[in-house]
């Protein structure tokens, strides 16, 4: 039902910036949070950024002060400005969408674009 579109990644120097954007399409129902994961090469998959239902935002420790993800209902679009890259962000970001329909919770999740931070 729900499909999410993700576009934004690419290659950049380390300090370079990169803007990810998650385009939400078909039947939606009591979203709970939408947000940014990511799996770097060997490692498990990790919360990058959420935002809530009621607006809250969450951050990983590692990306406090550099990231923000931000919404635009009217487009169903969520964003996510990634500033100052280190290359320990290279990594596959996923969107997100946690949805909850008769008491249970569905995850949908976008393909995955790549994150290239290097010299």
């Known amino acids: 039902q729900v499909q999410l579109v993700e576009s934004g990644g690419g290659s950049v120097q380390p300090g370079g910036s990169l803007r990810l954007a998650c385009v939400a399409s078909g039947s939606t129902f009591s979203i709970l949070s939408m947000g940014w994961y990511r799996q770097a090469l060997g490692k498990q998959r990790e919360l990058v950024a959420k935002?809530?239902?009621?607006?809250?935002?969450e951050f990983a420790d590692s990306v406090k002060g550099r990231f923000t993800i931000s919404r635009n209902n009217a487009k169903n679009t969520v964003y996510l400005e990634m500033n100052n890259l280190k290359p320990e962000d290279t990594a596959v970001y996923y969107c997100?969408?946690?949805?909850?329909?008769?008491?249970?919770?569905?995850?949908?999740w976008g393909q995955g674009t790549q994150v290239t931070v290097s010299s």
């Open positions: 935002i809530t239902k009621g607006g809250r935002t």
């Open positions: 997100n969408q946690r949805t909850l329909r008769y008491a249970i919770e569905q995850d949908y």
